[in-house]
Antibody, heavy 122, light 110 residues
Framework: QVQLVQSGAEVKQPGASLKVSCKAS????????INWVRQATGQGLEWMGW????????GYTQKFQGRVTMTRDTSINTAYMELSSLRSEDTAVYYC???????????????WGQGSLVAVSS | QSVLTQPPSASGTPGQRVTISCSGS????????VNWYQQLPGTAPKLLIH???QRPSGVPDRFSGSKSGTSASLAISGLQSEDEADYYC???????????FGTGTKVTVV
């Protein structure tokens, strides 16, 4: 069965960087985009960007441009999301999600990771 | 802020029908398909409806989706206590060149 297993909770200091991993299993990793979505406590879902797991090509929402980097290691079927220059407002649960199809017209996420809680505090 | 607008809350008694609206624009709902996600308390979101009205395997047929113009709706018929959750609509936005979520609707079974 398809599974996305994310790395554990982390506490980070302001100004530091975080790197969350998302290990995929149960399907051909390079056949599906991986997206990252975050959710601050009590808030809604916020899409951060996507990565083509085959080519490594990425697209980020403007809000995170210059601060976020999405990468992958196809040898271990794992995607990564790195966010730099952390501030308190980045405290959130970060989710990876698999895109079911590549066409933007039909874009949707059929499997999600369990989430990784990141707290930014001094 | 979100470009897709949903009512913050909706409620109903067991067995009732509840409808949640999602209002967008020509660059998102007007052009691309709408998806709905259910998020139970303390859990990751789950795909509920995709491509406007398609239910993934395992989703009860009590859940249905529709789209008209730049708006979409999720209907829950025969409301059950386990349907208490947050519901989000979402779609690709061609102007933003990214995926956008709705503001979210909390459904309460009273």
């Amino acid at each position: 069965q398809v599974q996305l297993v994310q790395s554990g909770a982390e506490v980070k200091q302001p100004g530091a960087s975080l790197k969350v991993s998302c290990k995929a299993s149960g399907y051909t990793f390079t056949n599906h985009d991986i997206n990252w979505v975050r959710q601050a406590t009590g808030q809604g879902l916020e899409w951060m960007g996507w990565m083509n797991s085959n080519t490594g090509y990425t697209g980020y929402t403007q809000k995170f441009q210059g601060r976020v980097t999405m990468t992958r290691d196809t040898s271990i079927n794992t995607a990564y999301m790195e966010l730099s220059s952390l501030r308190s407002e980045d405290t959130a649960v970060y989710y990876c999600a698999r895109a079911a199809v590549g066409a933007t017209t039909l874009y949707h996420f059929d499997y999600w990771g369990q989430g990784s809680l990141v707290a930014v505090s001094s | 802020q979100s470009v897709l607008t949903q009512p913050p809350s909706a409620s109903g008694t067991p067995g009732q029908r509840v409808t949640i609206s999602c209002s967008g624009s020509s660059s998102n709902i007007g052009t691309n398909t709408v998806n709905w996600y259910q998020q139970l308390p303390g859990t990751a979101p789950k795909l509920l409806i995709h491509s406007n009205d398609q239910r993934p395997s395992g989703v009860p047929d009590r859940f249905s989706g529709s789209k008209s113009g730049t708006s979409a709706s999720l209907a829950i018929s025969g409301l059950q206590s386990e349907d208490e959750a947050d519901y989000y609509c979402a779609a690709w936005d061609d102007s933003l060149n990214g995926y956008v979520f709705g503001t979210g609707t909390k459904v309460t079974v009273v």
